[in-house]
């Protein structure tokens, strides 16, 4: 979280995400600390199925305290200003298109614990009919597969994502092991470990080529935890990008490192979707 | 191919696509048919990769005539009418935006010999970088699956289009039998024609969840000829849809049959995107 003045960052706070009152509180601190009445305007990206329109989080798996609440109500009531609720993913997206490459057609994917997207065409936020577009962590690629944290089967993240990965890897070995770790012993070449990532990126590949053949965008643009060991995963990821798409796009990280989510919730109000 | 006013098709014609002279000759009859001096503007839909920005056509596997042609310069030469080029299924999405069903946020795809899709995001067309856009015959579904005729592995296209249907069916029985007669023989009950159709309708259902999840469009709009036995083949396609999908749009046939191409086409120069 954090106050952004023409995008910069002039104070920032990252803390767990708990409930409304916990909340509101850290944005008082965050207004105190930059020295502002009140915020122009508050941008939020939730990493939940949410109505966009009314403002409302749906049902959030993991953030059990925001179940049902109309995050853009409550904050305009305790703040007075006009409040603006999107997907997290999206809004890196549009953190992406506005502050970082600024490419007019592209997909952002952070690649951490879960998997989330978004997707800019012809220069707008591609948001979908209720703001929940852009879910390729949830795209079926392996109808045969494992089974996904959301319920569905053969999802990318189960695949991929960091607690899938790690969910692999207790089914093969028995034992609960981080995907850091996982990702750092296939790098020194651990047989069961190097399998598990080479398929990981393989599948991300394929879920690369089909949102390329989908959408031909210029670039597809890399934040998230993963990207750390992009120097191992990358060249694996590309490959099976390359062979699998006839569009070929650029791979990019983000221009904008952790800030990108935060940034992209700040461009938000100026950048709302009429739904 | 028709003469278009105000959405109403004033003259049409049907003829097997050759090269420039046919097509420039096609259109002069159309004209004289209906009395025009020149149009006001041509649009043309083309079922093949280009460059849309130089309105190029770049190769064309099914239309070796067309290989590297400027269709936007020679058209315009010829009638003295500004001239649009798009891919045939991104103008077919067009039309119904325009003239069919007119939802803001759907995918449309056109099942047929070849498997063809069209983009709708936020009221917009999204053509991709330079056109190639909503390939959704060419999304990698199955990497370990048959080749395809575009020489990747495991397309749509390869599994569920007429044409691979029918090459499943060789490969299966040593005999050519076209995509419709497949249909006809699965819908009567016999095996091995039943397993293909019913393979080819998951691998749709798989596709279009893909499609649901990456960009949350209100409805999916289906045309082409496998339309023709959608009492048989929709209720598979979409419980394979509802069953890989946490979005789940309504699944309905293009409101324009097979004018669907030729309307949308013809709003082209209205709706032409800056690229």
Known sequence: MGAVLAGKILARRIFPTRGLPELRAAIGQILQEVGWERPEAIGVGA?????????LIL?????????????VEELRAAFGCPVFLGNDANCAALGELVFGWKA???LYVTWSTGIGGG??????????ATGQAGEIGHIPIRPDG?????GKIGCLEALAGGAGLSDRAFELLGERIP????IERAQKGEAPFLNLVEEACKAMGQALAIAAELLEPEMIIL??????SW???????VAALNSLSRVQPKVELTKLGDDVGLLGAAALPLHFPRL
């Open 231 to 237: 120097g191992f995963l990358g060249p694996k990821v």
């Open 104 to 106: 007019q057609n592209f």
């Open 119 to 128: 997707i800019v065409a012809g220069g707008e936020v591609v948001w979908g």
């Open 146 to 150: 494992p089974r996904c944290r959301c």
């Open 223 to 228: 934040g998230g935890g993963f990207t750390a």
């Open 59 to 71: 049902h959030a798996p993991n953030l059990p305290h925001w179940n049902g609440v109309n995050v």
């Open 47 to 55: 990493p939940a199925p949410m109505d966009m329109r009314r403002g």
């Open 179 to 182: 995907a850091e770790e996982i």
